[in-house]
């Protein structure tokens, strides 16, 4: 157990809707980055932040956005959902912004669009 | 960039054979190396790290050594598992960047 939650586990939605993923780092950890697995594209760096600001942001689309709360829990939110978007979405926490540090991963959440 | 190349799988291996899944790296800078596993249905987990030149990365009889002068973080072991079928990513880490993953590779041993 990494100590990552992530909620929900599994998302089965349709195209054009919105959903909203959640994170809770592990206790102590200020930075919290989010993933996108699929089978094509392999692990895509979407967004991170440390402390409640965002710190980096990778590949994501216009149409996902993240935030973290003062409780330092992360929500990555994604509207007008395509087929495309049906990927594992991981998130990671770890206790800096420093980038060299040990990332420790959630469960992850399946998001399968219809 | 900062950018990971390692080997395609899938690699298929009997028990007890020795595994090496290659993977090269460039850097400007002097990235920490990691080896990340992920089994079946779960989220990745570090497998080992190296944080300067030369320096050996060791974990669950999984090894890699950090070698500058070839750009390379190849993880090994001597005697692989049915229980090590996973999928392996190498990943650098930069200061002030976030991990840069490779595309993964699969690696399945058969009984």
């Known amino acids: 157990d990494s100590g990552v939650t992530q909620t929900p586990k599994h998302l089965i939605t349709a195209t054009g809707q919105r959903v909203t993923l959640r994170c809770s780092p592990r206790s102590g950890d200020l930075s919290v980055y989010w993933y996108q697995q699929s089978l094509d594209q392999g692990l895509q760096f979407l967004i991170q932040?440390?402390?409640?600001?965002?710190?980096a942001k990778g590949n994501i689309l216009e149409r996902f956005s993240a935030q973290q709360f003062p409780d330092l829990h992360s929500e990555l939110n994604l509207s007008s959902l395509e087929l495309g978007d049906s990927a594992l979405y991981f998130c990671a926490s770890g206790p800096s912004d420093r980038g060299v540090e040990t990332q420790y991963f959630g469960p992850g959440t399946r998001l399968l669009v219809l | 960039g900062d950018s990971v190349t390692q080997m395609e799988g899938p690699v298929t291996l009997s028990e007890e054979a020795f595994l090496t899944i290659n993977c090269t790296y460039t850097a400007t800078g002097y990235p920490s190396l990691f080896w990340y596993v992920q089994y079946p249905g779960e989220g990745l987990q570090l497998l080992l790290k190296?944080?300067?030149?030369?320096d050996k990365g060791s974990n669950k009889g999984f090894e890699a050594t950090y070698r500058k002068e070839t750009t390379s973080f190849h993880l090994e072991k001597g005697s692989v598992q049915v229980s090590d079928s996973a999928v392996y990513f190498c990943?650098?880490?930069?200061?002030?960047?976030?991990?840069?993953f490779g595309k993964g590779t699969r690696l399945s041993v058969i009984a």
């Open positions: 932040y440390y402390n409640g600001e965002e710190r």
């Open positions: 990943a650098l880490g930069a200061l002030g960047t976030p991990l840069v």
């Open positions: 190296a944080t300067k030149a030369d």
